[in-house]
Nanobody, 117 residues
């Protein structure tokens, strides 16, 4: 079955960097669009970055120029490099993919990112 396992979260000072990883299994990773979402306390889940099967990327405006999404199709892993972190980036970050075959969204368990001011 589909599994998404995030890692790499933690506590960092404002201006610092973190690299999140999401190890995927159970589907054809190289053909999948992968997404990173985040959910801050008391807020809804927000789409942060997208990478399509051909490598095209998209970012929400608040992270553009600071975050970089990338993929390793050999290791079935998607990364989110986060630089110049701000306290407002504090959230649980989730890896996501959508299956058009069964119309299902799949989520990882999430990884906590906390940025101190």
């Amino acid at each position: 079955q589909v599994q998404l396992v995030e890692s790499g979260g933690g506590l960092v000072e404002s201006g610092g960097s973190l690299r999140l990883s999401c190890a995927a299994s159970g589907f054809t990773f190289s053909a999948a669009t992968m997404r990173w979402y985040r959910q801050a306390p008391g807020k809804g889940r927000e789409l942060v970055a997208v990478i399509r099967d051909g490598g095209i990327t998209e970012y929400t405006g608040s992270v553009r120029g600071r975050f970089t999404i990338s993929r390793d199709n050999v290791r079935s892993t998607v990364h989110l490099q986060m630089n110049s972190l701000k306290p407002e980036d504090t959230a649980v970050y989730y890896c996501n993919t959508y299956s058009g075959a069964n119309y299902r969204n799949y989520w990882g368990q999430g990884t906590q990112v906390t940025v101190s001011s």
